[in-house]
T-cell receptor, first 108, second 113 residues
């Protein structure tokens, strides 16, 4: 069974708004990574947060990790139409496990 | 660097046919893996390899074989294709270790009739 589950499954926002998506996982991890997938394309790595970190920033991305709740969140600030994509969390224990993804639509 | 490359980009098979999906990386990564992506299912790990000569099963290995004779190449073989194997297949690679980023190929779309 898959390790991670993203929430919500789909999200639609106006350009300029912030988008928040969440990921829950089941077992202990070494790190958690977020990926973006544009329609019909491969996955692109966005950000990695280690199990001993609680928050990490990269440009307009902010990721938090709560290992006690086995959850992570990805915040995209000041969203743009180009952010429209599916976003996946992936947990790295002994192997990589991906969630089912959040489909984000940013309306211009 | 070309990164992770996959061939073919698209393939149509008849039930029972065999084929090999090719994956190559030029980053000298020890760890390589194959995933399949189905609608609403995210990515599921099929097989992975931690180095040349070493392979292991992931979540959904049935119906697939792999081998790793070189660091660069990690082919995925379907010995007798079934409609349930219709999917998009992604190959990925990374350096060994728990904190390394995984790099993905562009994917192979497979349709089994």
């Amino acid at each position: 069974s898959q390790q991670g589950e993203e929430d919500p499954q789909a999200l639609s926002i106006q350009e300029g708004e912030n988008a928040t998506m969440n990921c829950s996982y089941k077992t202990s991890i070494n790190n958690l990574q977020w990926y973006r997938q544009n329609s019909g394309r491969g996955l692109v790595h966005l950000i990695l947060i280690r199990s001993n970190e609680r928050e990490k920033h990269s440009g307009r991305l902010r990721v938090t990790l709560d290992t006690s709740k086995k959850s992570s969140s990805l915040l995209i600030t000041a969203s743009r139409a180009a952010d429209t994509a599916s976003y996946f969390c992936a947990t790295d224990g002994n192997q990589f496990y991906f969630g089912t993804g959040t489909s984000l639509t940013v309306i211009p | 660097n070309a990164g992770v490359t996959q061939t073919p980009k698209f393939q149509v098979l008849k039930t029972g046919q065999s084929m090999t999906l090719q994956c190559a990386q030029d980053m000298n990564h020890e760890y390589m893996s194959w995933y399949r992506q189905d609608p609403g299912m995210g990515l599921r790990l099929i097989h992975y390899s931690v180095g040349a000569g070493i392979t292991d099963q992931g979540e959904v290995p049935n119906g697939y074989n792999v081998s790793r004779s070189t660091t660069e190449d990690f082919p995925l073989r379907l010995l007798s294709a079934a409609p349930s194997q219709t999917s998009v297949y992604f190959c990925a690679s990374r350096q060994q270790g728990p904190r390394e980023t995984q790099y993905f190929g562009p994917g192979t779309r497979l349709l089994v009739l």
